[in-house]
């Protein structure tokens, strides 16, 4: 059974910066795509990033965040710099079994969030 649960959110001052985590339990994590989802009230849900081999980032957030994981503790980060308060939202990591990774069908795993406030 694939477990996926975040943790590092809270309230962040505009300009600051986070680091986000998202735990994973489960079989052959290092073939596993990862990405990070956002949802905000009133915006639609998206895609800010996710590795596998490699890494992609959506061009709202391109040279802001970065992601990374680690295998050997079969964890993906994000760590995210000079925040806005466009920027609050849930963030969510899923597991992405099939490509496009950016589609929510194409996802069979998700953590229930870590909620990232940001303050003016």
């Known amino acids: 059974q694939v477990q996926l649960v975040e943790s590092g959110g809270g309230l962040v001052q505009a300009g600051g910066s986070l680091r986000l985590s998202c735990a994973a339990s489960?079989?052959?994590?290092?073939?596993?795509?990862m990405p990070w989802v956002r949802q905000a009230p009133g915006k639609e849900r998206g895609v800010v990033s996710a590795i596998s081999s490699f890494t992609v980032y959506a061009d709202s957030v391109r040279g802001r965040f970065t992601i990374s994981r680690d295998d050997a503790k079969t964890t993906v980060y994000l760590q995210m710099n000079s925040l806005k308060p466009e920027h609050a939202a849930l963030y969510y990591c899923?597991?992405?079994?099939?490509?496009?990774?950016?589609?929510?069908?194409?996802?069979?795993?998700w953590g229930p969030g870590t909620q990232v406030p940001v303050s003016s």
């Open positions: 899923a597991k992405a079994f099939r490509y496009p990774y950016n589609i929510d069908s194409n996802h069979d795993h």
């Open positions: 489960g079989r052959s994590f290092d073939t596993w795509t």
